[in-house]
């Protein structure tokens, strides 16, 4: 983008953008795919309603077309009254502002909604200036926060490149933990439990014999083998943890059938059953390089059957499918003895009211510290032994 670029626009709606447009900015490099910023799944959640001014999402998305006229850049946003379904938790902000007689909401919020995954934010097409348009669309997103009277513009998720644009542009970062698991080449599970200290190795395998013992058969689901049906069992699933966990899931029976329907390719659903019935399923997107762990749930309980349909599953794709990394989603420190290993993500906030931007820079100044030693220490806490490889098969 060699000239001054075109003033940014807002669109009320995914189904206000051509698609062809907004795939082009998405994924402009096909091997790092990410399903999640693609049109078809960010329409998928508005036409279904699970994100909508209903819910408390108000699609306001920022575009940036260039000389040519056709989009060259965009940052998926929504005003929104709540904190609900972002996993990046700033209740005790809304608190404070409550506290001194401010109002919180309406907040901007810069993400793909429900989803912890991180990965480009502001999407830019490959011919395009990246740094420029993150500029622009930054300045545009900080104007619409004046404009609508938000108290501030909030970034989730966004991959570490474009987070130290952010903080160059004076966006105050911060930092929390996911664990993935790394592909290190393996050519099968067992090559992975290899890499593993004996005891924590056998304690996996005893997990995943454990998790099977009632006589559960796992299927993996992808593409146009997954019918409406399986998506009834996966959704009753869905509910049951949904409401156990948040009180009101997030999502809705339709936004599946439409993520079915636009994306079955990027969908793996990892379905347990027993005595031909199925009791427990999680469903995964399939990225470029690497498998992205959403939902899971259940209609029975069984021993470690979590772990198995979550987990080791996920392993296992990934290694047949020679994907670089599994990403687990939020939360769970109990992942890091399964072989998944800390990762930092981050984010990036503007707010309006310079007494609560110090305030909460100065938190977060000390929550970044929190958050490396708390790393340090995690890192301790994985099942990979030292040396490699055993020389020798134990008994297990």
């Known amino acids: 983008m060699s000239e001054e670029p075109a003033q940014v626009t807002v669109a009320g709606g995914m189904g206000d953008i051509d698609p062809a447009e907004w795939d082009a900015i998405a994924n402009p490099d096909p091997e790092a795919y990410d399903p999640f910023v693609t049109h078809a799944f960010l329409l998928a959640l508005e036409e279904s309603g699970s994100i909508s001014p209903h819910t408390g999402w108000l699609p306001r998305h920022l575009l940036l077309h260039g000389?040519?006229?056709?989009?060259?850049?965009?940052?998926?946003?929504?005003?929104?009254?709540?904190s609900m379904g972002e996993f990046v938790f700033d209740h005790g902000w809304a608190d404070a502002y409550e506290r001194s007689g401010l109002d919180y909401y309406p907040k901007l919020l810069c993400a793909v909604p429900v989803t912890p995954v991180p990965g480009r934010r502001f999407l830019v097409r490959a011919d395009t200036d990246a740094a420029l348009a993150q500029q622009t669309l930054t300045a545009a997103a900080i104007e619409l926060t004046r404009q609508t009277k938000s108290s501030s513009l909030h970034i989730t998720f966004i991959e570490p490149q474009q987070a130290e644009r952010s903080a160059a542009q004076g966006l105050l970062q911060r930092t929390g933990h996911q664990y993935h698991f790394a592909n290190a080449g393996y050519g099968s599970f067992d090559g992975f439990l290899a890499t593993l200290?004996?005891?924590?190795?056998?304690?996996?395998?005893?997990?995943r014999r454990d998790a099977l013992a009632a006589g559960i058969s796992i299927e993996w689901l992808t593409g146009a083998d997954i019918t409406e049906a399986h998506w009834d069992a996966f959704f009753a699933f869905y509910m049951d943890t949904g409401g156990r966990k948040w009180g009101a899931p997030y999502l809705n029976r339709k936004f599946f059938s439409l993520l079915g329907a636009a994306q079955a390719k990027d969908c793996l659903l990892v379905m347990a059953k027993r005595e031909g019935r199925s009791i427990a399923g999680a469903l995964n997107m399939i990225g470029g390089e690497a498998l992205y762990g959403r939902y899971w749930g259940c209609i029975e309980h069984h021993p470690f059957l979590h772990f198995e349909v979550c987990y080791y599953q996920a392993i296992d794709f990934a290694i047949a499918h020679k994907l670089r990394r599994v990403e687990a989603g939020a939360g769970g420190e109990h992942k890091l003895v399964r072989g998944y290993e800390p990762m930092v993500t981050h984010s990036a906030h503007w707010i309006a009211s310079a007494k609560f931007r110090?305030?909460?820079?100065?938190?977060?100044?000390?929550?970044?510290?929190?958050?490396?030693?708390?790393?340090?220490?995690?890192?301790?806490?994985?099942?990979?032994?030292?040396?490699?490889?055993?020389?020798?098969?134990?008994?297990?």
């Open 67 to 82: 000389p040519d006229g056709k989009l060259a850049a965009a940052l998926p946003c929504y005003l929104k009254n709540h």
């Open 197 to 207: 200290a004996s005891r924590k190795r056998k304690n996996l395998k005893r997990e």
């Open 358 to 396: 110090r305030a909460i820079a100065d938190y977060l100044e000390r929550e970044r510290e929190h958050v490396e030693r708390q790393g340090e220490a995690m890192a301790g806490m994985t099942p990979f032994r030292k040396g490699g490889p055993p020389k020798e098969k134990d008994e297990d």
